[in-house]
């Protein structure tokens, strides 16, 4: 696999007007808690990411995602540490 599988990644948003393009900035977070729930997405545990900011997040509870998703991360944290 090789550390090429962790990235950074960016995005970027096309002015509708000027049409010039400026990147976006995001913060995704991964959690697998007790190898039972996988939460991938950008919310933080506070008020202002639930109610005030735009955050979104997904909790999956999928054996087979949860499985894969914790064998990359796990070969990811080995193979580039």
Known sequence: MGCDAVGIYGLV???????????IYVHSKLAIIDDVLLVNGSTNMDNNSFF???EVSAAI???KVRRSSR???SR??????
């Open 13 to 23: 948003v096309q002015h509708s007007t000027t049409h010039k393009i400026r990147p």
């Open 71 to 73: 064998a990359v991360t």
């Open 61 to 63: 509870y999928n054996e």
């Open 76 to 81: 990811a944290r080995t193979e580039c540490s």
């Open 52 to 54: 005030y900011s735009s």
